[in-house]
């Protein structure tokens, strides 16, 4: 506040972090020096954005299950034939590519014949890791792809919150999902109150 550009700028921080109550509230906080000058600090929380990502691309609904009891894995074995969607984000890459192998291993017995109805999708963490996990993926997509009418192969795992698809101009500066969000609540609300007068 002390920086003598802000005395009659407007002036934009993005902050790397956790949207948690803390960061929540310096975010709300508009800060005012001199007469025009303005500070908006955004706080750009990678893990809210990676599951924005996701949730965006309206083919793919969500199932989160955890790996950590005992029984977890005899327990997808028996009801892995039943679900369309799994979500592995257990916290770092390493741990997500040693979940995406036990479960494709799974997978490829218990449903291989039926794969073109299901879909694993691994959250990634590190762009360091981006490559290796890659590699994991195209591994196990051309072990167990499954065969569209057109004869051409399906991904059944699909890799989420990459650094490249979260730090875009649509995402973070122009907020595209919101801008969305808001015509189409414009074009519900239009609706309703087209019911509205024909009833009135």
Not at 149 to 159: F, G, Q, R, T
């Amino acid at each position: 506040m002390q920086d003598a550009t802000l005395k009659k700028n407007k002036v934009d921080i993005y902050c790397h972090a956790r949207k948690n109550r803390e960061n929540g509230v310096i975010e709300k906080m508009v800060y005012l020096k001199g007469e025009k000058g303005q500070l908006n600090v955004h706080v750009v929380d990678t893990s809210a954005l990676a599951i924005r990502t996701l949730m965006s691309r309206v083919e793919f609904q969500l199932l989160q299950l955890s790996n950590q009891s005992s029984r977890f894995w005899p327990w997808v074995e028996d009801i892995l034939s039943q679900l369309n969607y799994i979500v592995i984000a257990v916290g770092d890459d390493r741990s997500n590519m040693q979940a995406v192998a036990d479960l494709f291993e799974i997978a490829c017995r218990v449903c291989f014949d039926n794969m073109k109805n299901f879909k694993v999708f691994v959250r990634s963490y590190s762009r360091e890791n981006e490559k290796q996990l890659d590699s994991l993926v195209k591994f196990y997509n051309d072990k167990c792809g499954a065969k569209n009418k057109d004869e051409k192969i399906s991904d059944v795992l699909v890799v989420f919150g990459k650094s490249s698809d979260l730090f875009t101009y649509e995402n973070i500066i122009d907020d595209e999902t919101i801008a969305k969000a808001m015509v189409f609540y414009e074009g519900y609300a239009g609706m309703e109150r087209q019911k509205v007068e024909r009833i009135t």
